[in-house]
């Protein structure tokens, strides 16, 4: 079985704080590079920040210094914790593997959590 479930979206100032969670099936998870995803109104989906099985991490420039992403391994789960929030942060993330899953040749996304960043 193949599933993704993001939750912990929501509204927040600029230059707040919001933690996200993606609870992944172990297909996906077990064993492999874990990515959150994010997309913006009239712009390509794009990572933003990556961890290995092993807990190694790697970052858009776009949020080091803000963004940590995390990973339980025992309960399948990735977070994504953003601190100091910027507008332009305003999206839908979602979290996949690293490279995305895909499920009968077509790319298997989760239905996402929204972000918004007001000013």
């Known amino acids: 079985q193949v599933q993704l479930v993001e939750s912990g979206g929501g509204l927040v100032q600029a230059g707040g704080s919001l933690r996200v969670s993606c609870a992944a099936s172990g297909s996906i998870f077990s064993g492999n590079f874990m990515a959150w995803y994010r997309q913006a109104p009239g712009k390509q989906r794009e990572m933003v920040a990556v961890i290995t099985s092993g807990g190694s991490t790697n970052y858009a420039d776009s949020v080091k210094g803000r963004f940590t992403i995390a990973r339980d391994n025992a309960k399948n789960t990735v977070y994504l914790q953003m601190n100091s929030l910027k507008p332009e942060d305003t999206a839908v993330y979602y979290c996949?593997?690293?490279?995305?899953?895909?499920?009968?040749?077509?790319?298997?996304w989760g239905q996402g959590t929204q972000v918004t960043v007001s000013s």
């Open positions: 996949n593997r690293f490279p995305p899953a895909s499920v009968a040749g077509t790319t298997y």
